[in-house]
């Protein structure tokens, strides 16, 4: 079993040490590296933090468009992808994924309700699901909705690609250490 995480993000992060409490490995993966045609890295999973979309925050955006290839190619080789709310108005801030998404920002909190079993339901294990922190809803995507509002808005979607999975939310939280036990390792790496 191998526990690899790699965290894309401009600086270095406190999100790296909750994963590293996990036991998992964290490598940090800039904008620039990611862009990099010539970079490899091999990884379990890859995690895109909240705020992407935003250049107030984040030039990670443009890259993660550069990178939407070789983002697929892992996925689909048995990679897993989680990615968080863009934090931004931008409704194409997902168009670098390799299935349509579409965002609504509106930060606040939402109730959630589990609209199926499955085992990335952990993601907010240990949360008060009446009031979850969210930068927004999905209101379209080609996933499936593993988590919905009261009033159905979708707030983490799923969709399997080849042998890998990803997982998109805009829950405003850290993943539980559950899900972040389980999500960053498996039996063997995925070249990215």
């Given at each position: 079993?191998?526990?690899?995480?790699?965290?894309?993000?401009?600086?270095?992060?406190?999100?790296?040490?909750?994963?590293?409490?996990?036991?998992?490995?964290?490598?940090?993966?800039?904008?620039?590296?990611?862009?990099?045609?010539?970079?490899?890295?091999?990884?379990?999973?890859?995690?895109?933090?909240?705020?992407?979309?935003d250049p107030a925050y984040s030039k990670l955006l443009p890259a993660l468009r550069a990178s939407s290839g070789r983002i697929e190619r892992f996925v689909e080789k048995g990679g897993r992808l989680l990615v968080f709310g863009a934090a931004s108005p931008r409704q194409d801030a997902y168009d670098w994924l390799p299935f349509p998404v579409t965002y609504a920002f509106s930060y606040g909190r939402r109730?959630?309700?589990?609209?199926?079993?499955?085992?990335?339901?952990?993601?907010?294990?240990?949360?008060?699901?009446?009031?979850?922190?969210?930068?927004?809803?999905?209101?379209?995507?080609?996933?499936?909705?593993?988590?919905?509002?009261?009033?159905?808005?979708?707030?983490?979607?799923?969709k399997e690609i080849g042998d890998g999975v990803i997982l998109v939310t805009s829950a405003h939280e850290y993943p539980s250490r559950e899900f972040l036990a389980e999500f960053s390792c498996a039996d063997r790496e995925t070249l990215f």
């Open positions: 079993m191998t526990c690899r995480v790699g965290l894309l993000w401009d600086t270095p992060l406190v999100f790296s040490r909750l994963i590293e409490d996990c036991g998992a490995s964290c490598e940090g993966i800039t904008p620039n590296m990611l862009a990099a045609p010539f970079w490899r890295g091999r990884f379990v999973s890859l995690i895109v933090p909240t705020g992407f979309a109730a959630v309700r589990f609209t199926m079993d499955s085992p990335y339901n952990t993601l907010l294990s240990g949360y008060d699901l009446s009031a979850i922190e969210c930068d927004g809803t999905f209101p379209s995507h080609c996933g499936e909705t593993l988590a919905a509002t009261p009033d159905g808005e979708p707030l983490l979607i799923m």
